[in-house]
């Protein structure tokens, strides 16, 4: 985006029109547009100012229930974005998804979990597979059979939960899907 001309320009053309001239005489003067020479007259005439207006810079009215929304989420973090704009509506706090998605991104959420079994992190279950690693190299891959018998779906298991980004949050979960909670993988 180009940048604006200068206050000085802009008062000197003024000036120049205050002082007899035209608008399109002054504009050939000081080579800019027309358009741009009416404008600024017109506004100094009216408001008194040949500064150049604001340029972007705007708000979301997110911004003002900022406290609120960041203390839902953090009350709620594996609510998704449907349900968190849900509760702000209960709350009269407007907004869209779209305006939700780009405030928490203002605000360094972000909404991904990482999946892994509760079991895991069991001594007897981190010998096994530390065990399991050094012994791969040792298997003659021709005589692998793979059979998929573990009969678990983890389509039931939430899977985005709102955390600063590069936070480390991640699902624990069982089999059977009874006992399932976010889980803090590192300290922030």
Same mark, same amino acid.
């Given at each position: 985006m180009p940048q604006s001309y200068s206050g000085d320009l802009r008062e000197r053309v003024i000036g120049t029109v205050e002082a007899g001239a035209s608008r399109r005489e002054a504009a050939e003067l000081f080579q800019i547009s027309i358009s741009s020479a009416i404008r600024w007259v017109q506004r100094w005439r009216k408001e008194g100012s040949s500064e150049p207006k604001p340029r972007g810079g705007s708000c979301s009215v997110l911004e003002k229930y900022a406290d609120r929304i960041l203390a839902l989420v953090a009350k709620h973090p594996d609510w998704t974005l449907g349900e968190i704009l849900a509760a702000m509506h209960k709350r009269r706090i407007p907004g869209s998804r779209t305006a939700l998605w780009r405030f928490l991104e203002r605000h360094d959420l972000t909404y991904k979990k990482s999946l892994c079994a509760a079991e895991r992190h069991r001594k007897d279950v981190a010998r096994a597979r530390r065990r399991w690693? !050094?012994?791969q190299g040792f298997l003659? %891959?021709? !005589?692998?059979?793979?059979?998929?018998? %573990?009969?678990?779906?983890?389509?039931?298991v939430r899977v985005r939960a709102a955390a600063r980004a590069a936070s480390g949050w991640s699902v624990m979960f069982r089999k059977g899907m009874e006992n399932h909670h976010l889980h803090r993988r590192f300290a922030p």
């Open positions: 690693i !050094r012994q003659d %891959t021709t !005589r692998l059979v793979f059979i998929d018998e %573990t009969a678990i779906s983890t389509n039931m």
